[in-house]
């Protein structure tokens, strides 16, 4: 499965660096979004990033962009989400996810399937 960590209470304006880990799967392989829950609001993608044969491309939500960096560690098999300068309305559950059913390896993923059980970012003075 995938293991998120890295969350937690944060002032406006501070940084957070999430972790999405899986010791079942070489995560390099395939491209791994992240995805945010706001209380009281559909889950949307924040970020995501294509497999190393597809040049890691990367996409994001105009909300994060110039904020957030979202990037590989192909030795320790993690990916990161970068958080920089948030704002209160980036508080919610964290959670990665692929697509394993069809190996989707290149962004925008529109089906994932196989998820993180979430990180709860909290930012709030």
């Known amino acids: 499965r995938l293991v998120e960590s890295g969350g937690g209470l944060v002032q406006p304006g501070g940084s957070l660096r999430l972790s999405c880990a899986a010791s079942?799967?070489?995560?390099?392989?395939?491209?791994i979004g992240w995805l945010r829950q706001a209380p009281g609001k559909e889950r949307e993608g924040v970020s995501c990033?294509?497999?190393?044969?597809?040049?890691?491309?990367?996409t994001y939500a105009n909300s994060v962009k110039g904020r957030f960096t979202i990037s590989r560690d192909k030795a320790k098999n993690i990916v990161y989400l970068q958080m920089d300068n948030l704002k209160p309305e980036d508080t919610g559950i964290y959670y990665c996810?692929?697509?394993?059913?069809?190996?989707?390896?290149?962004?925008?993923?529109?089906?994932?399937?196989?998820w993180g059980q979430g990180t709860p970012v909290t930012v709030s003075s």
């Open positions: 996810a692929t697509d394993l059913t069809y190996g989707s390896k290149i962004c925008p993923v529109f089906a994932f399937d196989y």
């Open positions: 079942e799967y070489t995560l390099d392989r395939y491209a």
């Open positions: 990033i294509s497999s190393s044969t597809n040049n890691e491309k990367t």
